[in-house]
RNA sequence: GCGAUUGUAGCUCAGUUGGUUAGAGCGCCGGUUUGUGGUACCGGAGGUCGGGGGUUCGAGACCCCUCAAUCGCCCCA
């Protein structure tokens, strides 16, 4: 007799219906349909790898790996997780399914991934990503393809077309790996001597991750972080003129962009170019899409050193900058009795066949079910009626007024003609 | 891991300095009316006030603990 307990959802799951949900869908729709402007190839990933695959690319000591991964050992005792990204498992693909004979190789997919963090805004447990990648290419036109298509993503999904500010693409380059350590000693050098005016997690950062103070959010940072050493100063020549073909190859295909100085990357495998698109609409969460160059990753996984590029983007952060996106808009197949239900079913078949959404309701009380499909957003209603003299059958009738209706009234007139009788718009 | 805020009906929320039987709108169910079409009206179901403990003659309101959600820090998309 004990009442049964509803079991909760797990925390930083989600469950995405109504607008959201279409919202949702309506990003990886233009996602795909982007990616196939560019012929990147699709691919489709395992949710699951052995643990090192992330442990030994993304870094045994960064959160991301020390605390934050889903991991766990399945019956044979092997150690698993969870994704946490996508990068890690192409990369591993790459090496172990012969992928090298396809370089340079263009991969995007899609999917969910999962990192033990706290919830908020735009941050999940278990969150999804779209993801573009292309490995084997060193030349910095990868680098512009893939920022060009993330640009183009962003503008189809009409973020920031009437809103400029909506979304900005901050640009920086980590240099090659000697610019990079060089650049990193500095920093350490120049923190070092001010470490007792740093923030706690400034301090902390200091021995972990040094290039992260100059993100920081704290004020007591940002004063020292004004004067940093800049990356430029220890740039090769070969990184500069790298950097120097990305910025002209964005020019050149009308990218907008803005050099961050401050802007570094959380994962070890990166060099060079790194960017995020930023956006000030989702609270702290500001980066909607980002990624950069990750040369050295291949060998962390013991494979040939091989040049890459990437990026992935947040589907949820998408969505709430796209806003509600509507269900398509329907016709409504209303009978007018429950003796015409399966007259109505069979009209409703026949619409559908021919493309046509239909909203169906499987209550008789014909009544409320005109009110019902208004509120579902019907966008016209199709009135079954029993056949009179002539064969007519149905009648039309307007709910929306739009455009849209009419051009849905038209179609359907077109399939369904004399059998249409009574009164209807025109 | 840390911090702030919030938990009252399926949903969005009221609920006065603690005081009878905890309310509204929407939704849901039933009915009457209307009858070429987003009706109106009537009725009904639905609440361990997140959970536990305490203070009090009396707690949805106050205190403690706990759980959860939201937002932020760390980290990161």
């Known amino acids: 007799?004990?009442?049964?307990?509803?079991?909760?959802?797990?925390?930083?799951?989600?469950?995405?219906?109504?607008?959201?949900?279409?919202?949702?869908?309506?990003?990886?729709?233009?996602?795909?349909?982007?990616?196939?402007?560019?012929r990147f190839r699709r691919v489709e990933m395992p949710v699951f790898e052995k643990t090192e695959v992330f442990s030994r690319s993304i870094g045994e000591t960064t959160d991301v790996v020390s605390k934050e991964m889903y991991s766990f050992e399945d019956r044979g005792g092997e150690s698993l997780t969870l994704r946490p990204e996508f990068t890690a498992g192409i990369?591993?693909?790459?090496?172990?399914?012969?992928?090298?004979?396809?370089?340079?190789?263009?991969?995007?997919t899609h999917g969910p991934l999962f990192r033990y963090e706290r919830p908020q805004k735009g941050r999940y447990r278990q969150f999804h990503q779209i993801d573009a990648e292309i490995i084997g290419?060193?030349?910095?036109?990868?680098?512009?393809e893939l920022l060009v298509m993330a640009d183009q993503l962003l503008k189809e999904l009409g973020i920031g077309a009437n809103d400029p500010g909506a979304v900005t693409l901050n640009l920086n380059t980590l240099g090659d790996s000697d610019s990079r350590e060089a650049w990193r000693s500095a920093l350490v050098a120049y923190f070092r001597d001010v470490k007792a005016s740093l923030s706690e997690d400034s301090q902390e950062r200091l021995e972990k991750n040094p290039l992260r103070i100059l993100d920081s959010k704290d004020e007591r940072d940002k004063v020292f972080v004004a004067d940093a050493p800049q990356i430029d100063q220890f740039l090769s020549g070969e990184a500069q003129d790298f950097f120097g073909a990305v910025t002209s190859g964005l020019d050149a295909a009308g990218v907008a962009w803005s050099r961050n100085p401050a802007l570094v990357r959380g994962l070890d495998y990166?060099?060079?170019?790194?960017?995020?698109?930023?956006?000030?609409?989702?609270?702290?969460?500001?980066?909607?899409?980002?990624?950069?160059?990750?040369?050295?990753?291949?060998e962390s996984l013991g494979g040939a050193a091989t040049p890459a590029v990437g990026w992935?983007?947040?589907i949820e952060r998408l969505a709430m900058l796209v806003g509600e996106w509507p269900i398509e808009a329907?016709?409504?197949?209303?009978?007018?009795?429950?003796?015409?239900?399966e007259r109505a079913l069979?009209?409703?078949?026949?619409?559908?066949?021919?493309?046509?959404?239909?909203?169906?309701?499987f209550r008789q009380n014909p009544k409320k079910r005109n009110a019902k499909a208004r509120a579902d957003g019907a966008l016209a209603a199709l009135y079954?009626?029993?056949?009179?003299?002539?064969?007519?059958?149905?009648?039309?009738?307007?709910?929306?007024?739009?455009?849209?209706?009419?051009?849905?009234?038209?179609?359907?007139?077109d399939i369904l003609g004399g059998r249409v009788g009574g009164r209807f718009p025109e």
């Open 384 to 413: 079954v009626k029993a056949p009179d003299a002539q064969g007519r059958e149905f009648s039309v009738s307007s709910v929306s007024g739009t455009d849209a209706e009419s051009k849905l009234i038209r179609r359907v007139m």
């Open 330 to 341: 329907a016709l409504a197949i209303l009978p007018e009795s429950e003796t015409l239900e």
């Open 1 to 38: 007799m004990a009442k049964i307990e509803t079991p909760r959802p797990i925390r930083g799951t989600q469950d995405i219906f109504g607008a959201e949900a279409e919202a949702f869908a309506h990003v990886v729709e233009t996602f795909e349909r982007v990616r196939k402007l560019y």
């Open 137 to 144: 290419a060193a030349e910095p036109q990868a680098d512009v």
């Open 346 to 361: 069979a009209v409703a078949a026949e619409l559908r066949h021919a493309g046509i959404p239909c909203w169906t309701a």
């Open 312 to 314: 992935a983007a947040g």
């Open 270 to 298: 990166y060099r060079h170019t790194a960017f995020e698109f930023i956006t000030d609409r989702l609270g702290a969460q500001g980066t909607v899409l980002g990624g950069g160059r990750y040369d050295g990753l291949m």
């Open 91 to 108: 990369a591993r693909a790459y090496l172990t399914d012969g992928w090298q004979q396809y370089a340079p190789l263009k991969v995007a």
